[in-house]
Structure formats: structure tokens, C-alpha cells
């Protein structure tokens, strides 16, 4: 069955870097939409960056400029550097993935990684 594992969270001091990755099996990443939620707590599920079947790209106001999505497929690996960390990034992290269109909506994702914890302090 399909899973993505994620890995890379940590804690991290304001201003630091990290780089999460996501690990795609039985699953092609390439021939589909990409994307990293996050969820902090009290706080809604939100999309923070999106990567198309086609390469295009889309980011959460709050992190544009400081994110950047890509994919290695190749490797079958999702990846979200994050750079310029603020207290407001922490948050459990976790990538998804679908089939057509691009959306911001996670309840179009159909798989789900189990996570990974990034904490800016």
C-alpha cells in the first residue's frame, strides 16, 4: 500500500534552518500533486507549499520567500527547505499527495505521512 515517511523535523532556533523529507513507496510522486500541511496546536490543518505533476509550485503567503518545495524523482522524495524559521513555523509537518489538480484543500489528499515535528524557539 502507499506510504510517505517523512523525516528531517527537529528543533531549531529562530532564524535557523531545517529540511524535511518525505519518502514515497508503492507510490510515484512524480505523476502526481505534492504538497506539505502543517499543524500547530490549537490551530487548523494548513497548507504551506504544493508542487504540481508538472513542476509548478505554490506557497502559503506566510512562508513565501523562506520555503521552497521540490521533488527528486528520482529518488522518489519530496522535500521542503525551510529557511529563516520563526517561532510561528511550529508545527507537525506532514506531506500528502493526490491524483489531478493542484488544491489547497487537504481533504482532496488522498495519502497522508505520519509527520514530523519542527520547533522553532
Known amino acids: 500500500h502507499v506510504q510517505l515517511v517523512e523525516s528531517g523535523g527537529g528543533s531549531v532556533q529562530a532564524g535557523g534552518s531545517l529540511t524535511l523529507a518525505c519518502t514515497a513507496s508503492?507510490?510515484?510522486?512524480?505523476?502526481?500533486?505534492v504538497a506539505w500541511f502543517r499543524r500547530a496546536p490549537g490551530k487548523e490543518r494548513e497548507g504551506v507549499a504544493l508542487i504540481g505533476n508538472y513542476g509548478a509550485t505554490d506557497y502559503a503567503d506566510s512562508v513565501k520567500g523562506r520555503f521552497t518545495i521540490s521533488k527528486d524523482n528520482a529518488k522518489n522524495t519530496l522535500y521542503l527547505q525551510m529557511n529563516s524559521l520563526k517561532p510561528d513555523d511550529t508545527a507537525m509537518y506532514y506531506c500528502?499527495?493526490?491524483?489531478?489538480?493542484?488544491?489547497?484543500?487537504?481533504?482532496?489528499?488522498?495519502?497522508w505521512g505520519q509527520g514530523t515535528q519542527v520547533t522553532v524557539s
Open positions: 500528502a499527495s493526490k491524483s489531478g489538480l493542484c488544491t489547497w484543500l487537504s481533504s482532496g489528499y488522498m495519502n
Open positions: 508503492e507510490y510515484t510522486l512524480s505523476n502526481n500533486v
